[in-house]
């Protein structure tokens, strides 16, 4: 591990350790939260007759939950390989825009830099792209302690369920309905944090529109080209108050 | 499905998802770099994306058989009020997930 960020004004200790402190806090919600989802994840995978393996692997390459629960109908599935890659392409093109937010924030930190894009899951953005890092603090290893623990907390989540699920005796029909129940928390939160709900409703509304059309299995390509039609026609329509005194760099 | 071919899967969803994490890093290498019509969209997707992923993931419910859509409408109603109210994020899933497997599992069979 690279520690090409050793500037600081370092008293006895490590800027690693010191940023881990710091940052093991911001993590302490996705702890629980992975935890749940990553055991439901596991349990899911393996009433779905897979080995606790298929759950730790997954979970540790693909690290973004909801297209984890998506790939274990593929696997039951007929060999799909290019649906898959759409797939996973289509529902993490979000991703692409947390992209854009990080690119000042996760340049220039060595090594850790790939792997802070690699790990970049909803919350790991989330809490590095909020969070008050105090000045004396690394900010490339408080970056990268946020990211491995949400990574390790989802792993370490996704294995017990799937070492646990065997033991399970109690019916697990529904179980998989934890997906929906992450996206419409996510969705509310999000809801309520908004001043204005023009793009929340142009996503609910356009998909719904689509899938009438379509049908849910032709629908989904539709739906993202419609949303980014409509953004695109409509940016001042959409365009958000100006409400941030961040970007004066430009 | 062969273990080639489950691994196969696993890794195209690996590499699309890699993809999309790397992408604007790789398109857009400065500040100086990205368009004002990116960071625009990068503001409004969001919030579209994820009532998008909620519509995703109730795209099977049939409304004209079965139980109507009424479990998962229940479900869903009780994940966001208790988002709502108390911002927990694990209580609310765990809530509506619990009420919707009770619901399947014991009134709508």
Sequence with gaps: MSTETTNSTSPSMHPAWRALQTAFPYTMPIFAGFLLIGIAYGVFMNASGFSFIYPALMSLLIFAGSVEFLTVPMLLAPFNPLHAFLVALIVNARHIFYGISMLEKYRGHGLKTPYLIYGMCDESFSINFTAKIPADIDKGWFFFWVTLLNHLYWVGGATVGGLCGSLLTFDTRGLDFVLTAMFVSIFTEQWLLEERHQSSLAGIAISLLCLMLWGPEQYLVPTLLAIFAVFALGRHYFAPARKEPEHVTD | ?109
Excluded: W
């Excluded at chain 2, 009424?70 to 927990?88: D, K």
């Design chain 2, 1 to 109: 499905m062969s273990l080639t071919e489950q691994i196969i899967t696993v890794l195209m969803v690996v590499a699309a998802t890699s993809l999309t994490r790397f992408l604007s890093f790789a398109l857009f290498p400065t500040p100086e770099h990205t368009p004002n019509f990116v960071r625009y969209l990068g503001k409004v997707l969001p919030a579209a994306v994820f009532g998008f992923l909620v519509v995703y993931c109730l795209r099977g419910v049939e409304l004209t058989g079965g139980s109507h859509g009424l479990p998962e409408a229940a479900a869903v109603a009780v994940t966001a009020f208790i988002q709502a109210r108390t911002h927990q994020m694990l209580l609310a899933i765990g809530g509506g997930t619990a009420l919707y497997m009770l619901l399947v599992q014991l009134v709508f069979r």
